[in-house]
């Protein structure tokens, strides 16, 4: 079956600690997100990229940092200087430029516990 | 910064009842607007996508825009309990990226 693998679904990190979260597809879509969920909000951007080799920031990108060597692996790694790192983070990819195509897919989420 | 308003709710309806969920947008630029849902502790789908002033009708469901006010709408009829979720409005006001609300949650009553 084709989708986006995130994990773990639960981690939990002590203050001071870097850890990083795994976004795998296999849906061969062009381009990747990440997202991240307080309760009660909404979705914010940390970062996108819409080819290898290649990612921008989105709205809340301080504290976080990603890669993408490959097309199907797009993980981030939330530092140290995060400064409220609990959250629920999702993982998305498109097709393509969502101007163009309007969906994003996304996994089923990794919630990090800050201790 | 480019904003999505939504009124969080919760909104209360009757089974069988009609859901009227909206949102606001601030980029007078932006193109396309779509609905997800996202059920308590999971990832949200894609619901309804629309692009052109008017009604767009899939099922139950009707996505209503009007650029002029900068007006989403997200009318589901015939509402059940499985409908009960928090409806997520999003925006993408340039090329590559979505700008989501916070959402409102729906909740439908037996």
């Known amino acids: 079956d084709g989708g986006i693998t995130q994990s773990p679904k639960y981690l939990f990190r002590k203050e001071g600690q870097n850890v990083t979260l795994s976004c795998e597809q296999n849906?061969?879509?062009?381009?990747m997100y990440w997202y991240r969920q307080d309760p009660g909000q909404g979705l914010r951007l940390i970062y996108y990229?819409?080819?290898?080799?290649?990612?921008q920031k989105g709205d809340i990108a301080e504290g976080y940092s990603v890669s993408r060597e490959k097309k199907e692996s797009f993980p981030l790694t939330v530092t140290s200087a995060q400064k409220n790192p609990t959250a629920f983070y999702l993982c998305?990819?498109?097709?393509?430029?969502?101007?163009?195509?309007?969906?994003?897919?996304f996994g089923e989420g990794s919630r990090l516990t800050v201790l | 910064q480019k904003e999505v308003e939504q009124n969080s709710g919760p909104l209360s309806v009757p089974e069988g009842a009609i859901a009227s969920l909206n949102c606001t947008y601030s980029?007078?630029?932006?193109?396309?607007f779509f609905w997800y849902r996202q059920y308590s502790g999971k990832s949200p789908e894609l619901i309804m996508f629309?692009?052109?002033?008017g009604d767009k009708e899939d099922g139950r469901f009707t996505a209503q825009l009007n650029k002029a006010s900068q007006y989403v709408s997200l009318l589901i009829r015939d509402s059940q309990p499985s409908d009960s979720a928090t409806y997520l409005c999003?925006?993408?006001?340039?090329?590559?990226?979505?700008?989501f609300g916070k959402g409102t949650m729906l909740l439908v009553s037996p």
């Open positions: 998305a990819s498109s097709l393509g430029p969502i101007l163009n195509t309007g969906e994003l897919f």
């Open positions: 849906l061969n879509h062009d381009a």
């Open positions: 990229s819409q080819i290898v080799n290649d990612f």
């Open positions: 980029d007078r630029g932006s193109q396309s």
């Open positions: 629309i692009y052109s002033n």
């Open positions: 999003a925006v993408a006001p340039g090329y590559s990226t979505l700008t």
